[in-house]
């Protein structure tokens, strides 16, 4: 079946730092990748998406580019902020997840000023 | 305002009871589906349904049922609530996007304890 792996955390990251967060998957056919942020007490919300190979998700100065030779779609933020302090997970539909989304384990980024 | 509407926010069950989980979504999409979310293990589906009258298991389904009988509502009911049920739920609906990729609307999650 399909699956994501992320890289383990907690990050712990000074603000204005580069972050990386990788995450690699397994799915058969042509899935639809996302990343997802989790603020405290909050619920999940979108951060970017790509739909095919070579596609690049991008918002808030996130950006993840769809390698399909690689099966990975790894997070990155050039400068990242104490409000970027959140749970991020990667997830992907498609496959044989018709209609259902597949997560990683979810990483905790803290940024400290 | 449209999307995913959960209900309720928090409850707290005790051991062998039962209750139902609301979900309700008002743009038409025909999949949705139901996630815990436990620390350090991320989202696990539980249950979906690829439109109304149609249900599958997820990764987790043991202690829950689901039903579709409508393409608003997708209620999630525990029979006999555990204190291994002691999680967040997330309620999602989905669509295919025409020209490919998938959109998702999750709802807010409802904060179950069971003591």
């Known amino acids: 079946g399909d699956s994501v792996t992320q890289m383990e955390g907690p990050v712990t990251l000074s603000e204005e730092a580069f972050l990386t967060i990788n995450c690699t998957y397994t799915?058969?056919?042509?899935?639809?990748l996302f990343w997802y942020v989790q603020y405290p007490g909050e619920g999940l919300q979108l951060l970017l998406k790509?739909?095919?190979?070579?596609d690049k998700g991008s918002n808030k100065g996130f950006e993840a580019t769809y390698r399909k030779e690689t099966t990975s779609f790894h997070l990155e933020k050039g400068s990242v902020q104490v409000s970027d302090s959140a749970v991020y997970f990667c997830?992907?539909?498609?496959?044989?997840?018709?209609?259902?989304?597949?997560f990683g384990q979810g990483t905790i980024l803290t940024v400290h000023p | 305002n449209a999307g995913v509407t959960q209900t309720p926010k928090f409850q707290v069950l005790k051991t062998g009871q039962s209750m139902t989980l609301q979900c309700a979504q008002d743009?038409?999409?025909?999949?949705m589906s139901w996630y815990r979310q436990d620390p350090g293990m991320g989202l696990r589906l539980i249950h979906y349904?690829?439109?109304?009258?149609?249900?599958d298991q997820g990764e987790v389904p043991n202690g829950y049922n689901v039903s579709r009988s409508t393409t608003e509502d997708f209620p999630l009911r525990l029979l006999s609530a555990a204190p291994s049920q002691t999680s967040v739920y997330f309620c999602?609906?989905?669509?295919?996007?025409?020209?490919?990729?998938?959109?998702?609307?999750f709802g807010s999650g409802t904060r179950l304890t069971v003591v």
């Open positions: 790509a739909t095919k190979a070579d």
């Open positions: 999602a609906s989905s669509y295919i996007r025409t020209g490919g990729g998938y959109g998702y609307t």
């Open positions: 743009m038409n999409h025909e999949y």
């Open positions: 349904s690829v439109g109304a009258g149609i249900t």
């Open positions: 997830a992907l539909a498609g496959g044989t997840s018709y209609g259902k989304l597949t």
């Open positions: 799915a058969t056919g042509y899935p639809s």
